[in-house]
């Protein structure tokens, strides 16, 4: 019942007294309902559908199958989804690895009665490749080569026992270790998959407006230019690009936000422009051999901490024609002191007296950390000075650990609590140049700034400057 559902067909006991004639006019009925999976034409066999569907779309649904091991029944989810969803077909032939978008149970439901392509032989199709296949021909083998494989057979037989002694043996905490190891791994990614975290970054004005308004006002670096928007999220940039006239934009994203934003390009029309591909940039293939620019809003609080900058020089040095092409194409890392007593004893005096205990442990890790908070512009004390610039162009991953001498020139007789380290950015262009700041003095951003606290508060003076190291 579960496979008559899914193929959308009713045989009633009496069909077994069909005559053969009968049989053969109804799969003929069937055959010509053949509809391509991305465009309207109609074909006579499920067989001339596939092969039209690798030939004109690029892609091979059983290419796919084989290469993701897909059963007969996730297959169905596939055609089901395809029909439902009309993704384009980058989005298809592209993905390599679980969760797939077509993984729900609602699409077993067939979106086309009696849909020709739902009865297509999978399995059959494997075991004639397989027939056809040389190398998976038998052949007799001597005694001497059972013998062999019997030994090797053996050999990992007690292999296999042996580490599941071992296993046992481990204590109870060790595979806990390893699941939380993993997870911490993929913990980036799985943050990037919730849409809160999205919203926060859309709604942050200064960052997406400065993006919007280089991308639009900048026709002359996106028309019929290929695109690739490193990290996309939602696909907002993605479909700036689209909008500002590129030729073609590739948006490529690990987490499965991706997900999301198939939709959402499709929801805006831009389908045909816009492809978008599951995966880590440094091992996703591409649809095109290199690409013209790349833009990405990859930066991390204090430019540097959780930002994707190594994937964005990975995706420069083996996509992009033109190195300068990277944007934003110039960043910059400042510090600067501020003085704030208020500040100081809510974050490290607090643990000196909670509720009437001492939590000089905790204490200790506030000065380990790097707090993300909104300085206000009347608690900086000081110049501010840049410790480090990044050109897109040239920046290497070696490049991002550096160590930097720097000096600020204090502006009052006061106290010093902590420095406070935040970045420039700027989309440099002859048409339109757009930059942007996160430090205190500026428009609040999500990014905030980074503040470092001092484990012993320093008075200053009018004046003085204050020479120091930053070593990141």
């Not at 579960?2 to 009968?22: A, V």
């Amino acid at each position: 019942n579960i496979l008559n559902n899914i193929i959308g067909m009713s045989c009633s006991e009496e069909s077994g007294s069909e005559s053969s004639s009968e049989w053969e006019d109804e799969e003929e009925a069937v055959e010509c309902a053949c509809t391509c999976l991305f465009c309207p034409v109609k074909l006579s066999s499920a067989e001339d559908v596939f092969t039209h569907c690798a030939n004109v779309h690029e892609v091979d649904i059983r290419t796919i199958r084989a290469k993701l091991g897909l059963d007969f029944y996730s297959c169905v989810k596939l055609i089901n989804y395809i029909r439902a969803k009309c993704p384009p077909p980058g989005a298809v032939a592209v993905l390599e690895s679980p969760p797939y978008p077509w993984e729900d149970e609602m699409y077993l439901k067939p979106v086309v009665d009696g849909d020709a392509l739902l009865q297509y032989d999978f399995d059959g199709d494997e075991e004639s490749s397989d027939r056809a296949s040389p190398s998976k021909q038998t052949r007799d083998l001597s005694v001497e080569e059972y013998e062999q494989a019997l030994s090797q057979a053996l050999s990992e037989l007690a292999s296999m026992r042996q580490a599941v002694k071992e296993l046992f043996k481990e204590d109870q905490a060790v595979p806990t270790k390893r699941v939380a190891t993993s997870e911490q791994e993929d913990g980036y990614f799985s943050t990037y998959t919730h849409f809160s975290i999205h919203e926060e970054m859309l709604k942050d004005e200064v960052r997406t407006d400065a993006y919007h308004r280089f991308i639009t006002q900048n026709p002359s670096i996106f028309k019929d230019k290929v695109v690739l928007d490193v990290g996309c999220g939602t696909g907002i940039l993605s479909m700036f690009a689209a909008q500002a006239g590129a030729k073609r934009v590739i948006g490529v994203d690990q987490s499965n936000v991706i997900y999301k934003a198939m939709d959402i390009v499709m929801e805006n029309g831009l389908s045909n422009k816009v492809t978008l591909v599951k995966g880590a940039m440094e091992e996703v293939q591409l649809p095109v051999e290199k690409v013209d620019v790349i833009i990405s809003e990859w930066m991390g609080y204090c430019l540097l901490f959780e930002s994707m900058l190594d994937t964005v020089i990975v995706a420069r040095d083996r996509w992009l024609l033109d190195a300068s092409k990277v944007y934003p194409n110039q960043c910059s890392i400042s510090l600067v002191a501020m003085g704030s007593k208020m500040e100081y004893d809510s974050r490290v005096c607090f643990w000196d007296d909670v509720y009437g205990c001492k939590m000089s442990a905790i204490k200790e890790e506030v000065f380990l950390e790097a707090h993300v908070q909104c300085v206000q512009p009347h608690d900086v004390i000081s110049t501010s000075d840049v410790v480090k610039k990044l050109n897109m162009a040239t920046v290497k991953v070696p490049d991002l650990g550096f160590k930097a001498p720097f000096t600020l020139t204090m502006l009052n007789d006061t106290i010093c609590h902590a420095l406070v380290g935040y970045f420039d950015v700027s989309f440099d262009s002859m048409q339109y140049p757009v930059y942007f700041g996160t430090g205190p003095m500026d428009t609040p951003t999500h990014w905030k700034q980074t503040v470092f606290y001092l484990k012993k508060p320093i008075a200053v003076s009018t004046g003085e400057g204050r020479r120091m190291t930053v070593v990141c």
